[in-house]
């Protein structure tokens, strides 16, 4: 079995998917980490945000724009967050006004790749994924009416 696929199997044990890993501590540690991982990378802005800063560097109010519907406030707990985990550096340029930019470090370019797998997965099954939501819709509304 490669490395990849048993990482890949390691971590749906981990989601209970395939039973358990075992109690071992190290067993315990990358269930936490997976859990943890997949909790904020799965919430509403942290991808959006890791997507647009892939180019480069970005401001505030570029990142702002880029992240369509973010409000001010979700865009810089997100950003706290992902420099909190060490994802996104944040550096002060002293001019007047103050000139601030936001881009990935290492750690962070090291989600590049999944993100963009991700990206591309969500752009060709869309259209499969929202079909399947009005059938499903609609086989609820007809069983209901």
């Known amino acids: 079995m490669t490395a990849e696929i048993q990482g890949s199997t ?15 501590a190290a067993d315990t540690t990358s269930c936490q980490a997976i859990r943890e991982t997949f909790s904020w990378v799965g919430d509403k802005w942290t991808l959006l945000v890791v ?6 560097p970005l401001r505030f109010g570029e ?3 880029s992240v369509e519907g973010i409000s001010q406030r979700m865009l810089t707990l997100t950003l706290r967050r992902l420099e909190r ?13 103050p ?5 990935l470090t290492e750690l962070g370019r090291t989600l590049i790749e999944p993100v963009a797998a991700l990206s591309i997965w969500a752009v060709e ?7 399947n939501r009005l059938a499903f819709d609609a086989d609820r509304q007809r069983s209901q009416g």
């Open 85 to 97: 985990d060490g994802l996104v550096s944040r550096t002060v340029y002293p001019e007047i006004p």
């Open 51 to 56: 997507r647009s800063l892939i180019d480069g």
């Open 10 to 24: 390691e971590a749906l044990a981990c989601t209970g998917h395939h039973g358990n890993l075992g109690d071992s």
């Open 125 to 131: 099954q869309y259209p499969r994924l929202h079909a």
């Open 63 to 65: 990142l702002k724009v």
């Open 99 to 103: 000139h601030v930019e936001y881009e």
